[in-house]
């Protein structure tokens, strides 16, 4: 049987960020994935990835502590200087905007493919010489009083002090271990697609809520390009999965008074157009079993939120930096998975996690809301949030993240 310090199970940004992390600790680290073996080439031209994340300052701080973000190549990465989020009555005052000048911040966020991040650790991973990878699927894991055994489909078997899980929402580790998790459909579906434009997006994040519970948000990419996430009903998405491009300018013509148009200019498809449905997953408990925990869940694992706020990525990149931190800084006594290690690593997520997954999910109910009183009341809201500065700086500072590595 084969041992090492820690196994991350998943091989997501999460998942590789995590295990980069740990072997870099010094943590004898093995990752395994079923994909690990295939190579993600860095993407080229003017074709963009169709899996576009927002990143915070918090995930730059991570990709910087782990000695990335420099070889990133950031001519495919658009930072972001505002946001403009607009409510459904179409009125010039119901909108809250967020400028990076006003809260002295050089940016907001970036935004960038989902293939750049994951290139740049498997090339920084290829030189890590604590870090193994293997390309195999997790069947079973058994967790005792002094870690955990893990076999694997091949027939091999792995035995360590600590196991993360970062295999997805559906995580078949968690899943195993016991640990319920709250689900909730949202009964839509985001429709994700790259468009370029005839207008500078001017460094712009734009969101617009529509009347019956649309939201269509364009981000800004390198050059006159968006990236578009429309999340709608199932029913909805499938059809705007076929219209053709003079189809799709119809339709950004007829909904929001033609304000997309007006803002981004003639739009033409850069991408094919697909759609993900979406939901919101908590885990109950953040390590596990609960007898004596071994395991510790990140990103997916943990939690799923919707894609409204752009922070999905980012909460679970932050489930790595406090994890990365708190084992960085353990008593030269403790091990991995010394229960109070885990505990202080569970105490300092839930809060974070708790919070913005509750204003995610109110802020998509809230503009799901039909009547007129709700319409009145939430972009009231959006123009009372906007004469407030102390408010948006708070807001402000909630979206930037914070972490620690001192």
Same mark, same amino acid.
């Given at each position: 049987m084969r041992t090492a310090d820690v196994v991350v199970v998943g091989g997501g940004i999460a998942g590789k960020a995590c295990a980069l992390g740990l072997a870099q600790l010094g943590l004898q680290t093995?990752?395994?994935? !079923?994909?690990?073996?295939?190579?993600?080439?860095? @993407?080229?031209?003017?074709?963009?990835?169709?899996?576009?994340?927002?990143?915070? %300052?918090?995930?730059q701080k991570l990709l910087a502590h782990l000695q990335i973000w420099d070889a990133i190549d950031h001519s495919r990465l658009q930072p972001v200087r505002d946001m403009r989020i607009y409510?459904?009555?179409?009125?010039?005052?119901?909108?809250? $905007?967020?400028?990076?000048?006003?809260?002295?911040? @050089?940016?907001? /966020?970036?935004?960038?493919?989902?293939?750049?991040?994951?290139?740049?650790?498997?090339?920084?991973? +290829?030189?890590?010489?604590?870090?193994? +990878?293997?390309?195999?699927?997790?069947?079973?894991?058994?967790?005792? /009083?002094?870690?955990?055994?893990?076999?694997?489909?091949?027939?091999?078997?792995? +035995?360590a002090q600590l196991v993360i899980a970062?295999?997805?929402?559906?995580?078949?580790?968690?899943?195993?271990?016991?640990?319920?998790?709250?689900?909730?459909?949202?009964?839509?579906?985001?429709?994700?697609?790259?468009?370029?434009?005839?207008? %500078? $997006?001017?460094?712009?994040?734009?969101?617009?809520?529509? @009347?019956?519970?649309?939201?269509v948000a364009m981000l800004p990419l390198p050059g006159k390009q968006v990236s578009m996430v429309w999340s709608t009903s199932p029913e909805r998405a499938a059809d705007l999965l076929k219209l053709d491009q003079a189809q799709w300018l119809d339709q950004f013509a007829s909904i929001a008074n033609g304000v997309i148009l007006k803002q981004l200019g003639e739009l033409t498809l850069n991408s094919i157009p697909a759609a993900y449905p979406l939901r919101k997953i908590r885990a109950k408990?953040?390590?596990? @079993?609960?007898?004596? %925990?071994?395991?510790?869940?990140?990103?997916?694992?943990?939690?799923?939120? $919707? !894609?409204?706020?752009?922070?999905?990525?980012?909460?679970?990149?932050?489930?790595?930096?406090?994890?990365?931190?708190?084992?960085?800084?353990?008593?030269?006594?403790?091990? !991995?998975?010394?229960?109070?290690?885990? +505990?202080?690593?569970?105490?300092?997520?839930?809060?974070?996690?708790?919070?913005?997954?509750?204003?995610?999910?109110?802020?998509?109910?809230?503009?799901?809301a039909s009547s007129n009183t709700e319409r009145q009341l939430r972009n009231w809201g959006l123009g009372l949030v906007n004469k407030s500065h102390f408010i948006k700086q708070r807001l402000i500072e909630r979206a930037l993240g914070e972490i620690d590595f001192e």
């Open positions: 093995i990752e395994i994935a !079923p994909d690990l073996g295939q190579s993600i080439a860095s @993407p080229q031209g003017t074709q963009w990835g169709q899996r576009i994340y927002a990143f915070s %300052p918090s995930t409510g459904d009555r179409g009125e010039k005052n119901d909108q809250l $905007h967020l400028s990076a000048f006003e809260a002295g911040t @050089p940016q907001l /966020a970036w935004i960038g493919e989902s293939n750049l991040i994951e290139h740049t650790l498997d090339q920084a991973s +290829r030189f890590q010489n604590k870090l193994e +990878r293997i390309s195999d699927v997790v069947e079973k894991i058994h967790v005792d /009083a002094d870690g955990s055994t893990l076999h694997l489909k091949n027939g091999g078997s792995i +035995r970062a295999d997805g929402a559906n995580s078949p580790i968690r899943n195993e271990l016991g640990i319920s998790a709250s689900e909730e459909s949202y009964s839509q579906s985001a429709v994700v697609a790259n468009w370029l434009c005839t207008y %500078p $997006h001017l460094e712009t994040a734009f969101q617009w809520f529509l @009347p019956g519970g649309d939201i408990r953040f390590i596990g @079993p609960e007898a004596s %925990p071994k395991v510790v869940l990140i990103g997916d694992a943990a939690h799923v939120m $919707h !894609p409204l706020a752009g922070q999905g990525l980012n909460l679970g990149l932050r489930d790595v930096a406090v994890l990365l931190n708190i084992l960085g800084k353990r008593e030269s006594f403790r091990s !991995p998975s010394d229960i109070v290690l885990l +505990r202080r690593y569970e105490r300092q997520r839930q809060g974070d996690t708790s919070a913005l997954l509750w204003v995610t999910d109110k802020l998509k109910k809230l503009f799901s």
